[in-house]
């Protein structure tokens, strides 16, 4: 079976740090980018980070020098650290294995697994 598990959402101050897990299992990790999105409400969904196969990174600017995203190969676990939280990070944030190749958001082929995703709220 296919899993991908988040982990590490909750609440947060405007300023503070959370890291974020995606603990994967049942497909081939390291084929795929690992993609981190996010909905905020009201809001459709949106990428906002990849580590794609190649070890390239892709950030969307409203994230860019304040998040970061990692892996752990050998427990097939990626990572999205998230610091200098601000109440527009607020949303649903999920992994997706991320079919290759990736050059950015504008376009790629697709996902080819999603997450179920996990909630962050940031207050003022």
């Known amino acids: 079976e296919v899993q991908l598990v988040e982990s590490g959402g909750g609440l ?3 300023g503070g740090s959370l890291t ?4 994967a299992s049942g497909f081939t990790f390291d084929a795929h980018g690992i993609g981190w999105f996010r909905q905020a409400p009201g809001k459709e969904r949106e990428g906002i980070s990849c580590l794609a196969i190649d070890a390239q990174t892709f950030y969307i ?3 860019k020098g304040r998040f970061t995203v990692s892996s752990d190969s050998a427990k097939k676990t990626a990572f999205l650290q998230m610091t ?3 109440p527009e990070d607020t949303a649903v944030y999920y992994c997706a294995a991320i079919r290759p190749p990736f050059y950015g958001f504008t376009y790629y082929y697709g996902v080819d697994y999603w997450g179920k995703g996990t909630l962050v709220n940031v207050s003022a």
């Open 12 to 14: 947060a101050q405007a």
């Open 20 to 23: 974020l897990s995606c603990a």
């Open 84 to 86: 200098n939280l601000k």
């Open 61 to 63: 600017d409203a994230v």
